[in-house]
């Protein structure tokens, strides 16, 4: 079963423009993780963000987390037609190692 | 260095055929996870290894799906009597050592007919 849910479902915006997506999870958690996916294949690791960090920055990208209320955000600044793609949010939590991912948002970038 | 490779990059079988699928992790990651993935879903959990152990099975379906990783690298899925249901992308993953960023291959479509 899927741990949360990303939205939105489905993203369109211009090259230049910033893209923000959102990830709710439903229980407690060591660390959460953003992935790109392409064409339906292998999933690329963005960024891994721990439980007791609120935000870190990998070049144009920016996550924050917040723990209270059990959700992340993933942000896209100066987004270009490369960046289109899936995005997923997957935790890992207690003593199991496995992720658990959400639904994903299908993010498009016209040129 | 060489990231995770999975071998085939897709599979055609006929219902009822047995399949087996075959994952390289990244050379000294000790953890390795197989995940599926159906069409417009995020990838479910299969099976964990650390080391040549299944540390976590709780994500096969049913008897019919076995996985090994009997010298703790190579790992091979199996998958038996396979159903159309069966039909996804099937994704490999590695980690250092467990509860840290998972790199993952580029998966096999598996397709039955």
């Known amino acids: 079963s899927q741990q949360g849910e990303e939205d939105p479902q489905a993203l369109s915006i211009q090259e230049g423009e910033n893209a923000t997506m959102n990830c709710s999870y439903k229980t407690s958690i060591n660390n959460l993780q953003w992935y790109r996916q392409n064409s339906g294949r292998g999933l690329v690791h963005l960024i891994l963000i721990r439980s007791n960090e609120r935000e870190k920055h990998s070049g144009r990208l920016r996550v924050t987390l917040d723990t209270s209320k059990k959700s992340s955000s993933l942000l896209i600044t100066a987004s270009r037609a490369a960046d289109t793609a899936s995005y997923f949010c997957a935790t890992d939590r207690g003593n199991t190692d496995k992720l658990i991912f959400g639904t994903g948002t299908r993010l498009q970038v016209f040129p | 260095g060489a990231g995770v490779s999975q071998t085939p990059s897709n599979k055609v079988t006929e219902k009822g055929k047995y399949v087996e699928l075959r994952c390289d992790p990244i050379s000294g990651h000790t953890a390795l996870y197989w995940y599926r993935q159906s069409l417009g879903q995020g990838p479910e959990f299969l099976i964990y290894f650390q080391g040549t152990g299944a540390a976590d099975d709780s994500g096969l379906p049913n008897d019919r799906f076995f996985a090994v990783r009997p010298e703790g690298s190579v790992s091979t899925l199996k998958i038996q009597r396979t159903e159309r249901g069966d039909s996804a992308v099937y994704l490999c993953?590695?980690?250092?050592?467990?509860?840290?960023?998972?790199?993952f291959g580029p998966g096999t479509r598996l397709t039955v007919l």
């Open positions: 993953a590695s980690s250092m050592t467990g509860r840290d960023t998972q790199y």
